[in-house]
Nanobody, 121 residues
Framework: QVQLVESGGGLVQPGGSLRLACAAS????????MGWYRQAPGKQRELVAT???????NYGDFVKGRFTISRVNAKNTVDLQMDSLNPEDTAIYYC???????????????WGQGTQVTISS
């Protein structure tokens, strides 16, 4: 069984920063892409940032240099440093990873439970 556990959400004022963390655990053979998505009330889930096992990074257009994704392959973790936050960043943030478990032959998408990020004064 594979599990993703997120941490680090919370309430911050506009202009503030938060760091989200996600750790994958369980019967893992290999982790491919890892990343973060978010879903605001009444909106579709959207990509925030992804990072491949080789370090290739992709950001959503709205990030505009404010967020930084990082990954430690040896620890099966992916972090998201978010700076210059504004109220439009309020959403539930989900960690996602494409993982090949030891019981399978190919990668499968796994999602964390989500962590709430609220930007408000």
């Amino acid at each position: 069984q594979v599990q993703l556990v997120e941490s680090g959400g919370g309430l911050v004022q506009p202009g503030g920063s938060l760091r989200l963390a996600c750790a994958a655990s369980g019967n893992i053979y290999r982790i491919w892409n890892m990343g973060w998505y978010r879903q605001a009330p009444g909106k579709q889930r959207e990509l925030v940032a992804t990072i491949s096992s080789g370090g290739d990074i992709n950001y959503g257009d709205f990030v505009k240099g404010r967020f930084t994704i990082s990954r430690v392959n040896a620890k099966n973790t992916v972090d998201l440093q978010m700076d210059s936050l504004n109220p439009e960043d309020t959403a539930i943030y989900y960690c996602k990873a494409v993982i090949t478990p030891r019981t399978a032959w190919s990668g499968q998408p796994y999602w964390g439970q989500g962590t709430q990020v609220t930007i408000s004064s």
